[in-house]
């Protein structure tokens, strides 16, 4: 309890101020306002914090930008007259790297594991998340200088909560949209 005394009258005046303000609260109106920010903030911003949809989509297109550069580095390294190489890439809804055979119809092997290979990419089974692609057959190589054969610009989508592309430049520059 906050007595008067002989403190003078700046002082008492202040004793006034703080006891009078300390019987005030917050209005009706503030607290709505606050408890309807707080809602919407929940609903919008709290699920991002508890899982880890659309953070996927962001991983597989860095992991998929590097298995590209990589499949483009060595078409532009093995350049003999005969080469027997593969600088193919074959896309599917799960899989997207060199393919184990390059064929007339390129595909992977059902023991296909991209985790051994350092050419190729798999999603999880527990993602959400495919690829797409706009190019024909789902597949392409890259020539000796580095540059997509059969399409221009190729794109690949990685379709999950978000949708990321990347974008494969006619004359080979391979990025992100």
């Not at 597989?60 to 298995?67: L, P, T, W």
């Not at 990685?158 to 592309?165: A, V």
């Amino acid at each position: 309890m906050i007595v008067k005394g002989d403190f003078g009258d700046e002082v008492n005046k202040l004793i006034s101020y703080f006891s009078i303000a300390k019987n005030n609260g917050f209005t009706l109106i503030e607290l709505i306002i606050v408890i309807l920010i707080l809602g919407i903030l929940s609903v919008t911003v709290a699920p991002k914090f508890f899982t880890s949809n659309g953070f996927s989509e962001y991983a597989y297109r860095s992991d998929a930008i590097a298995k590209l550069r990589l499949i483009q580095i060595k078409a532009m390294q093995q350049t003999a007259v005969n080469n027997s190489n593969c600088h193919q890439v074959l896309v599917t809804a799960k899989k997207l790297g060199a393919p184990d055979d390059c064929d007339s119809s390129p595909s992977f092997t059902n023991n296909w594991n991209a985790s051994l290979l350092a050419t190729g990419i798999e999603i999880d089974t527990k993602d959400d998340i495919s690829f797409a692609t706009n190019f024909a057959d789902n597949t392409f190589s890259f020539d000796n200088l580095g540059r997509p054969d059969s399409c221009g610009p190729c794109i690949i989508s990685i379709i999950g909560e978000d949708t990321l592309k990347i974008q494969i430049e006619k004359e080979g520059y391979i990025h992100a949209l």
